[in-house]
């Protein structure tokens, strides 16, 4: 291998369905990567869980795969670091046990009890005027109305669970909870903690717990994690952890990012206001910032980023390469698997069969909100499913109209994005699963109207911001540095022939969204996500 000798780092992307290991040379080059699958439980009411044993056990199984491909060694491994699913929950006890299964971003059942800690007497979209102002002007955004937060995931566990709300030493996030087990600290980033809504944010290379924060939300401070600066050095490896994954304890632990912010670093869009685009199980539009603002109506902010210093826009569309996946499921039982077992197969069939239909998809529309949506429109009620479906319609027509739909809800995002930012956002890196896909890259650049740039290896974008980031902290790379390094596969230009006609669908895409907000609200009111 050309770049073995070189420093290294071990870099943990922590998904919902998937952690992906990969190791990372500090000059971004992708040594070898492995996947580990992960089991999920979705709960009534809202609820969505994981075991954060199962994480550890993938880690060290992925790692120890990792270390015995040919030309990788172990020696060359200088730093480990972190990337993220963000907005998770692990309680554990003194010894950094989890007490119970780890409560995920799509875990809304705290959505109560933040409804009643944000109301008042004179409120705004079901915000008190007075804490709206608070946290607006404190944290650069509020807690979300959905209870998928963690400061929702700790208040449902703090009225529905007294007895383990009282046990529970340190409320974690998961990224937090991995570095425990690496470093053997409890610790938060300034990024990470942001969604607990209990930071002042005005100033980003001093972000604290505050006193009022912590009394508004109810919230306990000796319940929290020590905050670090992003980017910061948490130590060597816990002799134990690295005799599990058959490193170094000579190995540095960085702290880590949440999946959003690792991205945009991995993404190479490093400069402020340049802009990606990730198609990942949920979606974002962001870039980095330099400044601390807010749109509150449209669940859209900036925040602290991985970057020491630097501010990341943050907003997030509950489902989109999950709608694929989803079909998937849908449209291949057992027998079919017999035929297509590996999902990358049928995978290249769903892009095949969507070449083959017309830009459009024949007018049909898909709704891709099949776990709600919170951004520009927080919603827990909506639902998706395909509009104007025909006896012409075939699979490639729905395939299509996913990929369509993704992007038409992209564009919606980007209608609000552009006026928050005050400028437009011309040629955009894409990144995620999605952008695997040749025919979804030419969708998104001719809904959005804009290039898109995709990314090399987009799916282990955040493995590469995780190693970035690390690369950063122990010196070896700098900011600067970094755009160069990701390289772009290739540049799909708008197709003029197009506009007109996706012009007009996205227009109905948003009536459609008018017509039945109403409808989604009637048939899901018993639901909470």
């Known amino acids: 291998m050309p770049n073995a000798g070189s420093p290294t780092i071990l870099a943990i992307d922590l998904g919902t369905s998937a952690v992906k290991l990969a190791l990372v ?21 809202g609820g969505a869980e994981q075991d954060p044993e199962s994480w550890w056990s993938a880690i060290v199984r992925g790692t120890r795969r990792l270390l015995a491909h040919d030309g990788v060694s172990a020696a060359d491994v200088v730093g480990v670091n972190c990337s993220s699913q963000w907005s998770g929950t692990v309680a554990v006890d003194a010894q950094g046990k989890p007490l119970r299964p780890a409560l995920l971003w799509m875990d809304s059942r705290g959505a109560p009890h933040v409804r009643r800690l944000t109301r008042g007497l004179l409120s705004v979209e079901g915000y008190s005027l007075g804490k709206l102002f608070t946290w607006l002007r404190l944290t650069g955004g509020a807690p979300s109305m959905s209870g998928k937060d963690p400061v929702g995931h700790i208040l449902y566990l703090q009225h529905e669970h007294p007895g383990l709300y009282r046990d529970t030493y340190k409320f974690l996030e998961p990224k937090d909870w991995l570095n425990l087990r690496l470093s053997g600290r409890f610790a938060s980033s300034y ?22 924060l912590l009394a ?33 304890e000579r190995v540095q632990v960085v702290t880590g990012a949440p999946d959003i912010m690792a991205a945009a670093v991995g993404s190479g869009a490093v400069r402020d206001f340049e802009p990606h685009l990730c198609i990942g199980t949920s979606s974002w539009l962001s870039c980095h910032v330099p400044y601390k603002k807010a749109d509150i109506l449209h669940q859209m902010g900036t925040v602290p980023s991985a970057l020491p210093g630097r501010y990341l826009l943050l907003n997030e569309q509950e489902s989109a390469g999950i709608c694929l996946s989803q079909l ?35 007018q049909v529309i898909f709704l891709p909100w099949l776990n709600g949506e919170r951004s520009p429109v927080e919603d827990a009620r909506l639902r998706g499913g395909f509009f104007n479906q025909s006896l012409q319609t075939t699979r490639g027509h729905l395939v299509r109209a996913v990929m369509e739909g993704v992007a038409y809800n992209s564009r919606w995002l980007l209608s609000y994005v552009e006026p928050f930012l005050g400028r437009k956002l011309d040629g955009i890196r894409l990144i995620g699963g999605g952008a695997r896909s040749r025919v979804w890259c030419q969708i998104l650049a001719d809904v959005l109207d804009r290039p898109i740039h995709q990314v090399d290896e987009p799916v282990l974008a955040n493995a590469r911001g995780a190693a970035f980031q690390a690369a950063l902290a122990l010196q070896h790379l700098t900011v600067e540095e970094m755009p160069s390094l990701v390289p772009i596969t290739q540049t799909y230009e708008p197709n003029g022939a197009h506009r007109g006609l996706y012009d007009e669908l996205f227009g109905e ?11 989604f609200a009637r048939l899901n009111r018993s639901r909470s996500a």
């Open 216 to 248: 508004m939300t109810g919230l306990h401070r000796d319940k929290l994690p020590e905050l670090l600066p992003a980017a910061s050095v948490m130590g060597p490896l816990r002799p134990e952890a690295a005799r599990e994954l058959g490193l170094s």
């Open 328 to 362: 998937k499921a849908l449209l291949f039982d057992a027998q079919d698997a017999a035929t297509a077992p590996d999902s990358q197969q049928i995978y290249a069939r769903f892009e095949e069969a969507a070449a083959r239909v017309p830009a459009g998809s024949d």
């Open 191 to 212: 990024d990470a903690i942001t969604l607990h809504w209990v930071t002042d944010n005005r100033d980003v290379a001093r972000v604290g717990y505050d006193e009022r």
């Open 25 to 45: 040379t500090t000059r971004g080059v992708i040594q070898g990567g492995e996947v580990e699958p992960l089991p999920l439980a979705l709960l009534p009411e």
């Open 509 to 519: 895409f948003l009536n459609l969204y008018k017509a039945n907000k109403a409808i």
